[in-house]
């Protein structure tokens, strides 16, 4: 008989707000939220504790945050410190376990199951774990524990969450008298488009979906969503259920099945075909440089763009097949703008994404007899050396110099917020 395993889900409490407010003390007791204040269409990233009881909200606009909370400090994101001690809290979680499986910036899955009989029970390690972290980075973290990965997600977001000891244990022992009685939106991966499907159901709550047999759920939601819906059935039937055999995985690294890069943009700005090529352009070196980075060439260009003029709104996702697989800018550029301009309505772009897919090891060329693709990626390379070494910001082309181009911008930026 297999050994039932302890897994637990450690999020750190208002991430970015809390690093920020450890580094300031005069911050301690003050509304404090992470976004960009110079922008006021802009999102809120995080709200800390007190900005929350004031009525913040995260990804609200900061607009909207400052008439709710009119000494709300905004603080612009420093996405490179987050990661950095995102990182660290990784080390912390290794001390404990050599399986520790990073599920976002802020999470992280431990597989705890060999640690029990060396740091104590359950409880006390989420506790250690706690003031380690706690007096490390300053952050308070909340864990939730269970026997599956999916039990000690809900486990933390319905339980620990709401505790001032931020620690709850959810088995299969306690599950029909503490999950099942909660509303269907709170089950993971239930957002509101389910919710109402579920509702239109008369399956109101966790525990009316895992009360059902399984063919009978199956027959209700394909008489609700059609004939192609049995495998969502069963994934949400097994999650009401606390069913997961999903493992924590200590490397996430798998094969790459795409590379992309995308950039939203002040719709106002971007009307003529002259400006949206400089961005899409820039795109591509992006992506083209990630996909050298990491070893691969793609085939397959992907372009999608969102318009808006205001009244009306369009989009489109479009592909072309490339003759040879390839991670050379001008290649993938030349695909890349002949998609954009034959889909194009012609209205303001308000974002733009390029992807290169259909990925292959860059251990082997294709040669043609026209151009000189060996020079051209030896060219390429050295332009990333730069990059790597002074800043992606060190040489770029001149049309960034253009009031239309954002690559000095995004090169202060990770994952589009400042580092």
């Known amino acids: 008989m297999h050994q039932e395993r302890t897994i637990m889900l450690i999020d750190g409490q208002s991430f970015y707000a809390s690093i920020e407010k450890a580094g300031r003390p005069d911050l301690k007791n003050k509304p404090v939220a992470v976004g960009d204040p110079s922008r006021k269409s802009g999102i809120i990233l995080a709200a800390c504790p007190v900005a929350k009881s004031r009525g913040v909200t995260t990804a609200e606009r900061v607009g909207e945050a400052l008439a709710k909370c009119s000494d709300l400090i905004v603080i612009r994101p420093r996405m490179q410190t987050y990661i950095t001690i995102s990182l660290l809290l990784t080390e912390i979680f290794e001390s404990f376990t050599d399986q520790v499986e990073p599920y976002s910036i802020d999470e992280q899955f431990l597989d705890i199951t060999g640690s029990i009989g060396y740091f104590g029970a359950p409880e006390e390690i989420a506790r250690e774990i706690q003031t380690h972290v706690l007096l490390s980075t300053g952050v308070w973290t909340r864990c939730g524990i269970g026997p599956t990965k999916v039990l000690a997600k809900m486990a933390t977001d319905n339980f620990a969450k709401k505790t001032s000891k931020g620690i709850f244990k959810l088995g299969f022992d306690n599950l029909e008298s503490v999950l099942w009685p909660l509303p269907v939106h709170r089950m993971f991966m239930v957002a509101s488009r389910m919710t109402r499907h579920f509702t239109r159901m008369g399956l109101c709550t966790i525990g009316d979906i895992a009360r059902l047999e399984l063919n009978d759920f199956k027959r209700r939601m394909r008489q609700e969503m059609g004939k192609q819906s049995d495998i969502q059935?069963?994934?949400?039937?097994?999650?009401?259920?606390?069913?997961?055999?999903?493992?924590?995985?200590?490397?996430?690294?798998?094969?790459?099945?795409?590379?992309?890069?995308?950039?939203?943009?002040?719709?106002?700005?971007?009307?003529?075909?002259?400006?949206?090529?400089?961005?899409?352009?820039?795109?591509?070196?992006?992506?083209?440089?990630?996909?050298?980075?990491?070893?691969?060439?793609?085939?397959?260009?992907?372009?999608?763009?969102?318009?808006?003029?205001?009244?009306?709104?369009?989009?489109?996702?479009?592909?072309?097949?490339?003759p040879h697989p390839t991670s050379l800018s001008h290649e993938v550029a030349s695909a890349a703008l002949g998609i954009f301009r034959k889909h194009w309505s012609g209205m303001p772009v308000s974002h733009l994404y390029v992807a290169l897919t259909e990925l292959t090891d860059d251990n082997v060329i294709q040669l043609t007899f026209f151009d000189d693709r060996i020079k051209a990626y030896r060219l390429e390379r050295v332009t990333d050396e730069i990059k790597d070494k002074y800043g992606s910001a060190a040489i770029m082309r001149a049309s960034s110099l253009l009031q239309s181009g954002v690559a000095r911008e995004r090169a202060e930026q990770i994952g589009g917020h400042y580092k």
């Open 233 to 322: 059935a069963e994934y949400y039937w097994q999650t009401a259920r606390g069913i997961d055999p999903s493992p924590v995985v200590a490397s996430i690294r798998n094969q790459l099945k795409s590379v992309s890069h995308g950039k939203a943009l002040r719709n106002s700005l971007y009307r003529k075909m002259e400006d949206i090529e400089v961005v899409l352009l820039e795109l591509v070196v992006e992506v083209c440089r990630r996909s050298r980075r990491l070893g691969y060439i793609g085939r397959v260009v992907s372009v999608g763009a969102a318009e808006t003029d205001g009244q009306r709104s369009a989009s489109f996702h479009r592909q072309v097949t490339i």
